[in-house]
Every structure is written in C-alpha cells, then in structure tokens.
C-alpha cells in the first residue's frame, strides 16, 4: 500500500520504492523478526505490522 511506501521511504531506482515484510517490520520495531519466509512467521508479522501502522494512525480502515 502507498501509505508504507511513504512510511518507510526506502530509495528506490525510480524514487521511494515497495518495502520488503522485514524492512517495514524493521521500520515499525527497530529488530528483524524470526523465521521470515516461513509462512506463519510471514503471517505474524505481517498482522503485527498492520495493528501497529493502525495504531500510529498510518493507516486507516
């Protein structure tokens, strides 16, 4: 979604581009998460990602 392309802000060829799951997590937590590519692990970090970017009003529903 744009709203953490604009969040993360990583340099890109063409400007800021998509981040990676682990540099938005990164982003939002200061640390990397455990077992990335491993589909739960993807799947939890994924869903802490979304609460935290809905709690620092990034995103909105």
């Known amino acids: 979604m744009q709203a953490t392309i604009d ?9 800021p581009k ?3 799951l682990q540099e938005l997590y990164v982003r939002l937590f200061g640390r ?3 077992g990335a590519h491993d589909a ?4 939890s970090a994924t869903k802490e990602c979304f609460f935290e ?3 620092r009003n990034v995103i909105s529903l």
Do not use: T
């Not at 969040?7 to 400007?15: L, R, V």
């Not at 739960?40 to 799947?43: K, Y």
């Open 32 to 34: 990397e998460f455990d």
């Open 40 to 43: 739960m692990a993807d799947i």
């Open 53 to 55: 970017l809905l709690r």
């Open 7 to 15: 969040f993360c802000n990583i340099p890109g060829k063409y400007g």
């Open 18 to 20: 998509w981040p990676r």
